[in-house]
C-alpha cells in the first residue's frame, strides 16, 4: 500500500493526474506575502488537508487489515482480515469516507465548475482549437476602442470581481462593419455584451466568444457604445495569476487583459513548432496586423472594495465617498492614454509630496518605510532627468502603488508605477557597497513614463530596444549621477555576467534592434550598449538624439520603430562612431580586451611614465573584423579589491583602438598602483581576467 502511495506521489503528473484531487498530499504552492500572508491558498489548503486526512484514514485502516499477524499467512486470507477491520473500525472509516467524498465534490465543483480547470494537455489543445476554429476570419474589420468607462466592485474576502462599462466604438477602417467580435480571457467566469440596434448575436461558451450582427452597419468614421460585464473569481481553487490576484489585502488586476477584446486574440496561438505541425497548423504562430498608428483612449472608473481600504489605479482621482459599509473611488484621465489601466486595493498608509508641480504619492503597507526617501528622490531624479532631455512629462501626477511580491519587480503604467513589497520596500541597501535596488528600480520605472507611454513603440523586432532598453539606459545614467560612476561600475558588471550568463543557455541571439524574445538581450545588453554609445558620442548629443526621436514619433505622429533610433543616431553620429554604432544595434559583437604593463619609470619631475600595451578583440559570427572602439583607460593608487564607490581614477583618459595590440605611453602625476581598461565595465568583454593590472 505505501508503495502504491509513493507511486502516485512521483509519477501521478506523468500520467495526466495534473488535479490536485489525484496527487497524494499535494497542495497549490502557498504564496506568501506580508499584505496578506498565505492568505490566497489558506481556504484551499484547508480543503485539501481535510480531503487527505480523510483519505490516508480510510488507507489505515485498509492497511490495519493486511497486517501480517503470523509467521505465514496467505493473501486471501489476509484480504478476508481487512474486510473484518472494516467491521470493527466502521466508525472510523464511515465518517472519514463521507468527509473524503465531500471534500471532493466540493473542491471539484471549485477547481473546475467555478473555476473552469484545465490540465495542461486539455489547455493545449484549447489553444489550438480555437486557432483551427477561428483564424479564418481574423482579417474580420472591427471598430476601434476609443474611450472606457466602467464600474469595478472588488470583493476582496471573497476573491471575485465584477466589472460593468461601456465602450466607445469607432469605425477607423475604410469599409462598413457588419459584425462586431467580442472576445474575453479564459479567467472570466460570465460576460455579457450589448449593443443597441442588433440583429442577432452568437455566443461560444467553450471560447467565451460572442458574435453581434447589426442592424445597420457601421460606417466608416461611425462611432457607437458597447455595454459589458463581466464576473471574475480568483479563489485558492483556481491556478495563482500574479496579473489577476484578488486577496483580502493587496489585490492587483491588470484590468486591460480580462475587460472583453474585439477581434482575432493572436496570444493564444501556441508558439511550440512542433505541436502546431501535429495540429495541422503552420509552423510559426502569426503576428497581428503591424501598425503604427497609436490607439489612444479616455478612461474613466469607479471602483469599489472593503471599507478599510483604498484603491489606485491610472488617471487623477477625482473624489471618493463611503456607502452601504463599502468605500468608492472615482478615477479620470486628463489625456488620452494606452489601453492600460491595472488597479490595486489594499489597506495602504499614504506619504504624499510636491516636486515642481508634481504631485508625487506613494501608497505602502504600514512598518515599510524604509526606502521611501530614495523612492521619492528616484522619482524626482528621474523627472528631472527626462523633463531636461527627453519630453515634459505630461501628466500633474505620478504615484507608487506597493502590491504584493507574487509580480516580479515593477510595472509602470501611465502616472503610475505598481512596486512589489520584497525588493522596493523591504530591501536593506544600508551596507556599504550594496547596490539600491530600490532607487535603480524606481527610476527604471519612472523612466517608463518616456519610454512606453509618451513614446509608444509600433510592435514587431526591436519593439523593447525602445522600452526597456532606454529605460536600463536611463537608470543607468541616473545611478551614476546620484552615486558616482564607481558605484554604477558594479551595477554594469552585474549586467554583465548577466548577459553572458544567459547567451551561453539560450538560442542565436538577434541583434538588439532585431530581437523579439530574448530579455538578456534588450535588458542586460540593451542598457550596456545604449550607455556605451551615449560614452562615445557623447552625453547631449545621444539625448538629443532620444529627444528626437521622441519628437517625430509621439502621438499623433506614427509609432516608432527600433530602425527609426538607429537612423537618427547614425545620422547626428561623427563618422568615427557610426561604426561602433551599427555593431550595437544591427549585429551580435562581444569584444575580448586586456591591459598590460610595459615599463613603468619615475621621471625627474616626480612624474611616472607608464607604457602600455592594449589588447583588443571585436568577436562576431557575422564577420571578422579589427576593432574600433574607444576605450576608458585609467590608473589607480589602490589594488581593485579595495576600490570603493568614492574612489577616482588618478589618471582617466578614452584612448582609440583599432588594431589587436596597440602600445600607448600615459604620463602619470604619481606612480599607480592598477591600470584599468573600460573600468567601469560597460563594454561586452567575453574576459575580464586581464582588464586591470596591478602595477610592480
Not at 506568501?32 to 498565505?38: E, K, P, T, V
Not at 478612461?299 to 477625482?318: A, N
Not at 533610433?565 to 550595437?584: E, G, H, Y
Amino acid at each position: 500500500m505505501n508503495l502504491i502511495i509513493v507511486f502516485m506521489i512521483t509519477y501521478a503528473e506523468r500520467f495526466g493526474l495534473e488535479h490536485y484531487l489525484f496527487r497524494f498530499a499535494t497542495v497549490p504552492d502557498l504564496q506568501h506575502s506580508y499584505f496578506n500572508g498565505f492568505g490566497y491558498y489558506t481556504h484551499a489548503f484547508n480543503w485539501y488537508m481535510f480531503y487527505w486526512l480523510a483519505f490516508t484514514t480510510v488507507v489505515a485502516v485498509l492497511t490495519i487489515g493486511l497486517w501480517q499477524r503470523l509467521v505465514e499467512i496467505k493473501i486471501k486470507a489476509r484480504f478476508r482480515s481487512m474486510g473484518l477491520a472494516l467491521k470493527q473500525h466502521i466508525w472510523v472509516i464511515s465518517p472519514a469516507l463521507l468527509i473524503w467524498i465531500f471534500c471532493a465534490a466540493f473542491i471539484y465543483r471549485q477547481t473546475n465548475f467555478i473555476g473552469k480547470y484545465k490540465n495542461k494537455q486539455a489547455l493545449l489543445n484549447w489553444r489550438l482549437a480555437y486557432e483551427q476554429k477561428y483564424k479564418s476570419l481574423a482579417n474580420l474589420a472591427q471598430p476601434v476602442i476609443k474611450a472606457i468607462k466602467t464600474n469595478v466592485d472588488l470583493y476582496p474576502a471573497e476573491g471575485r470581481y465584477t466589472v460593468n462599462g461601456t465602450y466607445m466604438l469607432k469605425n477607423e477602417s475604410n469599409e462598413p462593419i457588419y459584425k462586431i467580435w467580442v472576445s474575453v480571457d479564459p479567467a472570466v467566469r460570465s460576460f455579457s455584451v450589448n449593443i443597441v440596434g442588433i440583429k442577432k448575436t452568437a455566443r461560444d461558451e467553450f471560447f467565451n466568444q460572442q458574435f453581434l450582427e447589426l442592424k445597420t452597419p457601421l460606417q466608416p468614421g461611425g462611432e457607437m457604445l458597447m455595454k459589458f460585464s463581466v464576473e471574475i473569481i480568483r479563489n485558492g481553487f483556481t491556478p495563482f495569476d500574479t496579473e489577476n490576484s484578488v486577496v483580502n489585502n493587496g489585490t492587483y488586476i491588470e484590468l486591460e487583459k480580462f475587460v472583453p477584446q474585439l477581434g482575432y486574440c493572436y496570444h493564444i496561438e501556441i508558439k511550440d513548432r512542433q505541436e502546431r505541425k501535429k495540429a495541422g497548423l503552420p509552423e510559426i504562430a502569426s503576428k497581428p496586423p503591424f501598425t503604427r498608428a497609436y490607439q489612444l483612449i479616455d478612461f474613466e472608473t469607479t471602483i469599489s472594495t472593503d471599507i478599510d481600504q483604498q484603491v489606485v489605479t491610472v488617471g487623477e482621482l477625482q473624489h471618493s465617498w463611503n456607502i452601504n459599509n463599502r468605500k468608492y473611488f472615482k478615477y479620470k484621465t486628463a489625456a488620452p492614454i494606452n489601453f492600460m489601466f491595472a488597479l490595486s486595493s489594499a489597506k495602504y498608509v499614504l506619504k504624499k509630496e510636491k516636486h515642481k508641480g508634481v504631485d508625487l504619492s506613494i501608497y505602502y503597507q504600514p512598518g515599510q518605510e524604509y526606502n521611501l526617501k530614495s523612492m521619492f528622490q528616484a522619482l524626482k531624479d528621474a523627472l528631472d532627468y527626462g523633463n531636461a532631455h527627453f519630453a515634459k512629462y505630461p501628466a500633474k501626477q505620478l504615484t507608487i502603488a506597493e502590491i504584493p511580491q507574487y509580480k516580479g519587480a515593477a510595472t509602470a503604467y501611465p502616472g503610475l508605477i505598481f512596486s512589489t513589497e520584497n525588493i522596493n520596500f523591504l530591501g536593506n541597501y544600508s551596507e556599504k557597497g550594496t547596490i539600491n535596488q530600490s532607487y535603480a528600480i524606481t527610476a527604471h520605472e519612472t523612466a517608463h513614463q518616456w519610454w512606453a507611454n509618451i513614446l509608444t513603440p509600433a510592435d514587431g523586432a526591436g519593439y523593447a530596444m525602445l522600452t526597456e532598453s532606454l529605460a536600463k539606459y536611463t537608470e543607468d545614467v541616473l545611478i551614476e549621477k546620484n552615486f558616482g560612476k564607481m558605484y554604477l561600475r558594479k551595477y554594469m558588471s552585474y549586467d554583465n555576467e548577466l548577459y553572458f550568463l544567459n547567451r551561453n543557455y539560450n538560442k542565436e541571439e538577434l541583434p538588439l534592434a532585431k530581437t523579439l524574445d530574448q530579455p538578456y538581450v534588450y535588458y542586460q545588453k540593451g542598457g550596456l550598449m545604449m550607455y556605451a554609445i551615449k560614452e562615445r558620442m557623447g552625453g547631449q548629443q545621444f539625448n538629443g538624439a532620444l529627444h528626437q526621436l521622441i519628437k517625430e514619433h509621439r502621438y499623433p505622429k506614427p509609432k516608432a520603430t527600433a530602425a527609426d533610433l538607429v537612423s537618427i543616431l547614425l545620422k547626428q553620429a561623427q563618422p568615427k562612431d557610426r561604426n561602433f554604432i551599427n555593431d550595437c544595434f544591427n549585429d551580435v559583437v562581444t569584444y575580448k580586451t586586456g591591459v598590460k604593463v610595459l615599463n613603468c619609470n619615475l621621471l625627474k619631475s616626480g612624474k611616472c611614465q607608464v607604457d602600455v600595451l592594449v589588447d583588443a578583440e571585436r568577436l562576431s559570427d557575422s564577420s571578422r573584423q579589427l576593432p574600433d572602439l574607444e576605450i576608458d583607460l585609467a590608473c589607480f593608487n589602490a589594488l581593485e579589491m579595495d576600490w570603493k564607490s568614492a574612489t577616482k581614477p588618478i589618471y582617466f583618459q578614452k584612448v582609440h583602438i583599432r588594431k589587436h595590440k596597440t602600445r600607448l605611453t600615459i604620463i602619470v602625476n604619481q606612480k599607480p598602483k592598477t591600470i584599468a581598461i573600460d573600468p567601469y565595465r560597460y563594454l561586452l568583454d567575453t574576459d575580464r581576467s586581464d582588464n586591470v593590472f596591478i602595477v610592480k
